[in-house]
C-alpha cells in the first residue's frame, strides 16, 4: 500500500473522530434515574420437620377459668381448640410425625401423651390444681428441651405471681406488683442462658369464667380489725368475663419457628410477638415511580437506560422557586411483611430530614394494591443544594403495651378486657435477652430513598 493512499485513510479516520466528537450526544450527568425501594417479601419456605414436641402446661388453678363455664351461658370457648391445633398439625404429619411429651407446671417430668389424651386431660377439670404461676421456671425449663429439630410449648395466661402464701407471709397486698421487676428479671436471666433459642408469643382470647380471675393481689384482702391478710373471693365471681387473654410460648431456633408460622402450623391468633426481627434475607428491591403537577418545575428521569445505574435516582430543579413548597407523590407496588411481625404498618420519623416538610399516605382503597405517599418538600429557599429524600414504613408491636396492665385489683369488668397482668415486663426482658439494654431496633418493612437537588 503506497503512502498516498495511508495518507488518504488517515485523514478519513481523522475526520470520522472529529465528526463523532461534534454530533449531539446524552451526556452522562449526576442526576440518577435509579429510583428504588427497598420491602419486605414473604419467600415461603417448606414446613420444618419438628421431631419432638415438649408442651409445658401452666396448671394453676386460674386456668380453669378457659374451661368451667358451668351456670354461664353464650360462653366463647376455644382454649383446648386453639392448644391442641398445633399439636395436631405436627404429631399428625404424615411425612414427619412428631412426638408429644408433656408436662404439668412445675410437677414431675414430661411424660408421652397422645393428643386426644392431653385434650381430655385439659377438660376435664382436675389438670390446673397448682397454687402458683412459676413462669420464669417453666420458661427455665422449656427452653432446655430445645434442639435444631425439636421445639418447646408454653400454655400459660402469663400472669407473674408469687402466690398467695408469700403475699400472706410478708403481710403486703403489693407485694407481686412492687416486686414486678424482679419477676420480670428472671425471665431475662431464663432465657440469656440460652442466647441461641428463640421466642413467639402468640395470644388469643377466650370467654372466662370470673370465679377463677386471680388479680395482682392474688384475690387477698386486709382484714379490717386485724390487718391481716385473708383470702378474698373473686369480684367477678358468677360473671362471665370476654375476651381474656391467654398464650401459647413456643421456643426454637428462628428458621424453625419462622417456618412454622410460614406453614400456618397455629390457628389463627389474635397477636403475635417474635423476639426476631428483620434480616437480609426478609428484603428485596422494587421500583418506585413519581407523579409530579403538569405545573412543576421539577423533573426526574424515568428512563429504562441503564447508563447511570450506579447512580441513586435524583429529582431536580434549576429554577430559583423563592419560599414555594412542592408536593408529589410516591407510588409503588404493595408488598408482604413476614407473618411474624406486625401486619399493620406507619410512616416512620423524618422530622429529622434537611429536605421533608410531611408525607402522608393517600393509596386509594379501590386499589390497594398500589401505595402511594404524598411527599411535601420543605419551602424551596429552605433546601439545601443537594440533600437525601427518605422516608420508611415501620412495623411495631405495640399490641403488647395495649394489652399489658401494671395494677388488676378493684378493676371494672369490661377494663380488664383483653388485659394481662405485667405482660409488658415479660415481653420486655424477652428484648432485653435478645437485643440488649438498647432495645429491640426498629423493622423498617419498607425504605424509600432518592437525592433532591437544586442544581
Known sequence: MNKKILIRLGIVAVIFIVVLLLLPRKEKGTHGNKFEVQTTYVNKVKKPVVSQIFLLLDASGSMKGYMDFSGLDNAKKNFANNVCY???SLVNDTNHPASLKVKYGGKGSFENVDINGFNALLTDGKTFNDATTKLADMISDALKQVSDTSIAMLVSDMVLSYGQKELVSKNDLAYNKNHLPDLGNEVLLSLKAVPGVDVLLLQYSSSYNGFYYYNCQENLIKDPKTNKIIKG?????????NNRPYYIMVFGNRNMLSGLIDADVFAPWDNLYASFGLDN???TT????MEFAPSSSWIWDNSSEDYESENMGTIWTTAELGSTQETFTVEFNKFDIPAFLNQKYEIGDYHLSKVVDKIKETTDPSNPKLLRFEVTLKPFNQLPEEGDLEFNLISQNS????????DDSNIDITTIEGKTWGLNAIVEN????RFGNSGRPIDEVATVHFKVSKK
Not at 422494587?286 to 415511580?289: E, M, T, Y
Open 286 to 289: 422494587g421500583k418506585l415511580n
Open 233 to 241: 373471693e373473686s369480684q367477678y365471681k358468677g360473671q362471665l368475663m
Open 86 to 88: 398445633p399439636l395436631g
Open 399 to 406: 399490641w403488647v403495651k395495649g394489652s399489658s396492665i401494671d
Open 281 to 283: 434475607s426478609d428484603m
Open 430 to 433: 424477652i428484648d432485653k435477652a
